[in-house]
């Protein structure tokens, strides 16, 4: 029997020991996610190079075998102020640290040390694939009139993939999302002035690396370079002005807020952002728009941003 693309489960839990798999189930576990796409068995091939009387193709051997798992998730709240999302494990093994005050707030900053890993189980038809030791990246997006996301690309070890019974995934904490639009988004400001948006994006801009050793094989974050990129309906420079701005090497504050009920409100805060030099004019709609590109730097370190839930 031929076996459905889209009969896809997938699961993930936060590893207390890196590489050690926490047996995610799908009551506790699974992921509400769209474009799911998996390269399962990534690596190198070592060819033996051989010498022989013949001519012939060379045997090779598999090294470095390791998985990527991409997808995207909506960036919906939990709906209770003080509540992690269900997407929270994913982030948080993105270099990323996850704060809660109760019945408060949930925020999201970047770290640099005791970076956490994910166990990725994922279901097509009977088939099992399991990515253990799992670190990515992530990108914060959200366009105008459409879905704000969180867009992963996850590495992970490699594991032999078996046929194993597929598990009852349990859904119901992922929310529905909001659309961006004007009243969703009631608030999008570059230094303090507000802004017609059309995109904004953030990529945290993570570093991975596969480290294969004699003694120790993992996954690692070794660097970051956060870039926040948005495009804009152009103002007069006596408004704002980003070529100034960027000669001068100057820094704005960035500040993003979706959502306006309590427990799904979303606010992406950018408090020192380097203006780059802007590239370009864009015309939408016979509209002039401005694509700009800023650099998020850290002040005191592990502050270059925050995505608060409140």
Not at 69 to 77: D, G, I, N, R, T
Not at 160 to 179: A, D, N, Y
Not at 211 to 226: C, M, N, Q, W, Y
Request: with cysteine.
């Amino acid at each position: 029997m031929a076996i459905k693309w889209r009969s896809k489960i997938l699961l993930a839990e936060i590893e207390s020991s890196y590489g050690s798999d926490p047996s995610p189930t799908g009551s506790a576990n699974a992921v509400l996610a769209t474009d799911v796409q998996l390269t399962p068995m990534e690596g190198n091939d070592v060819s033996r190079d051989l010498e022989t009387p013949y001519l012939g193709a060379q045997a090779t051997i598999p090294t470095e075998l390791h998985s990527k798992l991409s997808f995207k998730v909506e960036m919906a709240p939990s709906g209770t102020a003080g509540t992690a999302p269900a997407w929270g494990p994913l982030l948080r093994a993105c270099a990323v640290a996850e704060t809660i005050v109760a019945s408060t707030s949930v925020t999201y900053n970047p770290i640099t040390d005791s970076h956490e890993s994910l166990t990725f189980h994922l279901w097509i038809g009977s088939t099992r694939y399991v990515l253990l030791g799992s670190r990515g990246n992530c990108m914060i997006r959200a366009d105008a009139q459409g879905i704000p996301y969180l867009e992963f690309e996850f590495t992970g070890l490699f594991s032999q993939p078996s046929e194993v019974s597929r598990p009852t995934p349990t859904l119901s904490g992922f929310q529905k999302p909001l659309v961006a639009t004007s009243t969703n988004t009631p608030t999008f400001t570059l230094g303090g002035t507000s802004f017609v948006m059309r995109s904004a994006r953030l990529d945290l801009g993570n570093q991975v690396e596969n480290r294969f050793l004699v003694g120790s094989e993992s996954v690692l974050i070794t660097d970051k370079a956060e870039v926040f990129e948005t495009t804009v309906e152009a103002v007069a420079l006596t408004t704002f002005n980003p070529f100034s701005l960027a000669a001068a090497q100057s820094s704005v504050a960035v500040s993003l807020v979706h959502g306006t009920a309590a427990g799904a409100i979303a606010t992406l805060a950018i408090p020192t952002a380097q203006m780059q030099r802007p590239q370009g004019l864009e015309n939408a709609q016979d509209i002039k728009e401005w694509p700009m590109r800023l650099v998020p730097l850290p002040s005191s370190g592990n502050d270059q941003w925050t995505l608060t839930l409140t």
